[in-house]
């Protein structure tokens, strides 16, 4: 059975920091494409990061330099280490995990930046 679980979201302050994880089970982690996605109320869902390999990743320009991805291949998790938060970083973000024509999306954490 597949299982992504994201935890960390929360309240935070504008210029805050919060780490996301994603625990993952049921699928060889480490051929996976994984990335967070996000969705801000009456807004598309948007992918925020993808990390393809150890080093190669992937950022949405408006989270270049704040947030950064990484994967623990030994624990099948994936994180987002997101600093500098602002207002319009809140939504739900999803792990998601992709390969060839299978992809995986968790259940979402919420993450709410307000003053």
């Known amino acids: 059975q597949v299982q992504l679980v994201e935890s960390g979201g929360g309240l935070v302050q504008p210029g805050d920091s919060l780490r996301l994880s994603c625990a993952t089970s049921?699928?060889?982690?480490?051929?996976?494409?994984m990335s967070w996605y996000r969705q801000a109320p009456g807004k598309e869902r948007e992918l925020v990061a993808t990390?393809?390999?150890?080093?190669?990743?992937y950022y949405k320009d408006t989270v270049k330099g704040r947030f950064t991805i990484s994967r623990d291949i030994a624990k099948n998790t994936v994180y987002l280490q997101m600093n500098s938060l602002k207002p319009e970083d809140t939504a739900v973000y999803y792990c998601?995990?992709?390969?060839?024509?299978?992809?995986?999306w968790g259940q979402g954490t919420q993450v709410t930046v307000s003053s």
């Open positions: 998601t995990a992709f390969y060839l024509s299978k992809g995986y």
């Open positions: 990390i393809i390999s150890g080093s190669c990743t």
């Open positions: 049921g699928f060889t982690f480490a051929t996976y494409h």
